[in-house]
T-cell receptor, first 117, second 110 residues
């Protein structure tokens, strides 16, 4: 089946550091990628939707200058958490969808656990 | 009220038992998804369906469009089935995006 690779799987860093998370589709062209955030024991929360070659669409309440999303190619999207603070500590996970109808399956990465000290 | 409601929230079973997780939704949808989230956090898409029934191994998913209800069944459950099972829909008020249920935490004891 379709594979989405997310890297790194875990990050521990100091407050004020910027952290970049990569999401790659390995065997299909991902025209749309989604970035989610998940707090412990809670459901996934969509942060933004990115379409290849265009600006990401952010959900209400998500700071676009804080969470920079780039989707420069059909196989790679990146999420950069700028000047991270302890409250940004969370589980971040991406998913990717191929070309065609928007109700195609989404294929998820394994997630990145971010801990800001 | 959430657009997607799952029940039960927590489910404990003995190995070999037949398991059912339910999902009800209140919006029009183009598809319903069943996802499995492992303890490490990774998510696997189990099924995407818009009508009828799908089967994969010991897993069966059904959907009743008229009643806006779906069920995920696991036959002959095994400890390795322990995970969070999430129902999600596309369409309705957020076309193209997934709207998630709260998830069902399944623990299967040997």
């Amino acid at each position: 089946g379709a594979v989405v690779s997310q890297h790194p799987s875990r990050v521990i860093c100091k407050s004020g550091t910027s952290v970049k998370i990569e999401c790659r589709s390995l065997d299909f062209q991902a025209t749309t990628m989604f970035w989610y955030r998940q707090f412990p024991k809670q459901s996934l929360m969509l942060m933004a939707t990115s379409n290849e070659g265009s600006k990401a669409t952010y959900e209400q309440g998500v700071e676009k200058d804080k969470f920079l999303i780039n989707h420069a190619s059909l196989t790679l999207s990146t999420l950069t958490v700028t000047s991270a603070h302890p409250e940004d500590s969370s589980f971040y996970i991406c998913s990717a969808r191929g070309k065609g109808a928007s109700n195609q399956p989404q294929h998820f990465g394994d997630g990145t656990r971010l801990s800001i000290l | 009220k959430n657009e997607v409601e799952q029940s039960p929230q927590n489910l404990t079973a003995q190995e070999g038992e037949f398991i059912t997780i339910n999902c009800s939704y209140s919006v029009g949808i183009s598809a319903l998804h069943w996802l499995q989230q492992h303890p490490g956090g990774g998510i696997v898409s189990l099924f995407m369906l818009s009508s009828g029934k799908k089967k994969h191994g010991r897993l069966i998913a059904t959907i009743n469009i008229q009643e806006k209800h779906s069920s995920l069944h696991i036959t002959a459950s095994h400890p390795r089935d322990s995970a969070v099972y999430i129902c999600a829909v596309t369409g309705g008020t957020s076309y193209g995006k997934l709207t998630f249920g709260q998830g069902t935490i399944l623990t299967v004891h040997p």
